[in-house]
T-cell receptor
Framework: GNSVTQMEGPVTLSEEAFLTINCTYTATGYPSLFWYVQYPGEGLQLLLKATKADDKGSNKGFEATYRKETTSFHLEKGSVQVSDSAVYFCALISGGADGLTFGKGTHLIIQP | EAGVAQSPRYKIIEKRQSVAFWCNPISGHATLYWYQQILGQGPKLLIQFQNNGVVDDSQLPKDRFSAERLKGVDSTLKIQPAKLEDSAVYLC??????????????FGPGTRLTVT
């Protein structure tokens, strides 16, 4: 079956630090890959996506590249801000139906 | 544009009681999803509707959970009888739905269920 593994949190960084949150996946066929974000007190929202190998998704300074050879979709940002503090979920869709399979989430804390 | 609406936001019940959650998707969205998010885990798909038909309910515990989407708009998810392990946040999401593209799912605020 499909599964997503992402790094355990919480991840605590100082403002302007470089961010990487690792995500690897197992899937049948050729999945589409997503990062969702949940800010404090808000609902889940799509951050970025990539639908085929070597695609790069980007939004709000965040980037992730679909690496089929390593089955990975790591999230990166060059300079984080306090407002980036949230829980980040890696997810995929594969296998016909388009319900999302999520990782467990990574809690990111940015300190000023 | 109004987002996905869910009610109630919070519910506390005793085990073996029944409970129902309601979801109103974004207007015009054909596809509706219910997810269960247990504390410390990512959301898990319970059921997916396309209009008023079920597309995927393979992870729905059908002995106690049921869901319907009459008229292809609003949806209700019911648990009867509830167990302690059903304590979770129940998320509803919707999307336009297309056979040609993977479209964004928009999530509601969720209903937090506590079973005591």
């Amino acid at each position: 079956g499909n599964s997503v593994t992402q790094m355990e949190g919480p991840v605590t960084l100082s403002e302007e630090a470089f961010l990487t949150i690792n995500c690897t996946y197992t899937a049948t066929g050729y999945p589409s890959l997503f990062w969702y974000v949940q800010y404090p007190g808000e609902g889940l929202q799509l951050l970025l996506k990539a639908t085929k190998a070597d695609d790069k998704g980007s939004n709000k300074g965040f980037e992730a590249t679909y690496r089929k050879e390593t089955t990975s979709f790591h999230l990166e940002k060059g300079s984080v801000q306090v407002s980036d503090s949230a829980v980040y979920f890696c997810a995929l869709i594969s296998g016909g139906a388009d319900g999302l399979t999520f990782g467990k989430g990574t809690h990111l804390i940015i300190q000023p | 544009e109004a987002g996905v609406a869910q009610s109630p936001r919070y519910k506390i019940i005793e085990k073996r009681q029944s409970v129902a959650f309601w979801c109103n998707p974004i207007s015009g969205h054909a596809t509706l999803y219910w997810y269960q998010q247990i504390l410390g885990q990512g959301p898990k798909l319970l059921i997916q509707f396309q209009n008023n038909g079920v597309v995927d309910d393979s992870q729905l515990p059908k002995d106690r959970f049921s869901a319907e989407r009459l008229k292809g708009v609003d949806s209700t998810l019911k648990i009867q009888p509830a167990k302690l392990e059903d304590s979770a946040v129940y998320l509803c999401a919707s999307s336009l739905g297309s056979v040609y593209a993977i479209l964004e799912q928009y999530f509601g605020p969720g209903t937090r269920l506590t079973v005591t």
